[in-house]
């Protein structure tokens, strides 16, 4: 068994190519926004192959704290939804959304329709991560927000009145998500919601989604001129909804056949996907990989002995798939270079600074900067023991170094659940 728990801590053991056919659970990203679109919703959606990660429960919590009536089921990755019509009436409501970036997005501008007070939170580190550009965003559309502490960041009250729509400009948001909150209660909104990004939009693909699964639901986004346009008076449908594969935790499988030499096949993710993290594929193609696709499936076959060739990236569109790169980069006959992912800063951790210093502990040097990081791998990979910061990806990641090098331990690995619970389980059946 190449997974090996030690208290809390994984150790993996090296154990051949990796091979076979795998499946991931549902994405978090799809499952989120169709959690938030359905909660709007006049009447019952069911959700089909939903995740079940850390993130997506704390989602359903909050919809909960907001009155949504929801009924899940894991073990057949379902959940329905009855919707609240986009008139939430739950006061004096206190929501704590953990380290979940994307709840505390979503959830914030949820809060703001209907009428109440509520309270939004989180963990010490979500009161790091900025949100002030949301806010003033939704502030000009007619919210009422105010902050506990330091401005800009959580812990947030809304004071809930609806809104009244009109325009709204985001002036460089540090994460897509902003973006996306902002799109899905628009419908909601009194008048027209005309939205203008200025300056750079980072992980532009996740906005792409959100607009597909609105229009899923039978919500039309237009764009013009630069802005985006959310005509008044549409209104989500409720109905049944497959939710894809999750293509960030497929990252790590392809990434396993690469520097393992093996062949992985992830079922249910082809390259029409809205998912950015599907484009992983051709990076590692780029790296001297072949890549097989087909209906319904994406295989990554690795170069014999998993020797790669070092790449340079603009991978703004998939930042999560910048520590599975990192990782990779590690077994690569030079330089790897990534660009463009400054908002890396701000994720669970600090994930430029994380990954620069658990790269140097398996022997590489790292030049680490503000918008990125170059890995220049050594000429044996060490073992060590990584830490993960609390941060999911870190410890998904990482694994997949100790797929090739012996002695490799992930500490604190639990982590792994905020997305992907079964992760060390998929990943032993594909090793062995």
Known sequence: MPVEWIGSDVRIVPAGPALGTVEVPGSKSLTNRYLACAALADGRSRLCGASFSDDALVMLAGLSQLGIVTDTHPARGEIVVAGGRGNFV?????????????????????????????????????????????????????????????????????????????????????????VSALLMVAPYATQDVRMRVEGALP???????????????????????????????????????????????????????????????????????????????????QMGCRVHEDDTSL???????????????????????????????????GPTEIRNVANLRIKE???????????????????????????HPPRHVVPAAIETYGDHRMALSFAVAGLVVDGVVIRAAGCVSKSFPAFFDVLGGATR
């Open 90 to 178: 739950a006061d004096d409501v206190q929501i704590d959304v953990g380290d979940a970036g994307t709840a505390m997005r979503f959830l914030t501008a949820l809060s703001c329709l209907g009428f109440g007070r509520r309270r939004i939170d989180g963990s010490a580190r979500m009161r790091q991560r900025p949100i002030g550009t949301l806010v003033d965003a939704l502030a000009s559309l007619g919210a009422h927000i105010g902050y506990e502490g330091v401005a800009g960041f959580p812990p947030l009250t809304v004071f809930a009145r609806g809104l009244t729509g009109g325009e709204a400009t985001l002036y460089t948001p540090a994460s897509s998500q902003f």
């Open 203 to 285: 992980s532009r693909p996740y906005v792409d989604m959100t607009i597909d699964v609105m229009r899923s639901l039978g919500v039309e986004t237009l764009e013009a001129g630069g802005r985006f346009i959310v005509p008044a008076f549409q209104r989500y449908q409720p109905g049944q909804h497959e939710v894809e594969p999750d293509a960030s935790a497929a990252t790590y499988f392809w990434a396993a056949a690469a520097v393992t030499g093996g062949r992985i096949r992830v079922a249910g993710l082809t390259r029409k996907s809205r998912q950015g993290d599907v484009r992983f594929v051709d990076v590692l193609a």
């Open 299 to 333: 295989e990554v076959e690795g170069p014999a002995g998993g020797r790669l060739h070092g790449v340079v990236v603009d991978l703004n569109e998939m930042p999560d798939a910048v520590p599975t790169l990192a990782v990779v980069a590690l077994f690569a006959d």
């Open 349 to 375: 951790t600090d994930r430029i600074a994380a990954l620069a210093t658990e790269l140097t502990r398996l022997g590489a040097r790292v030049d680490a900067r503000e918008d990125g990081l170059t890995i």
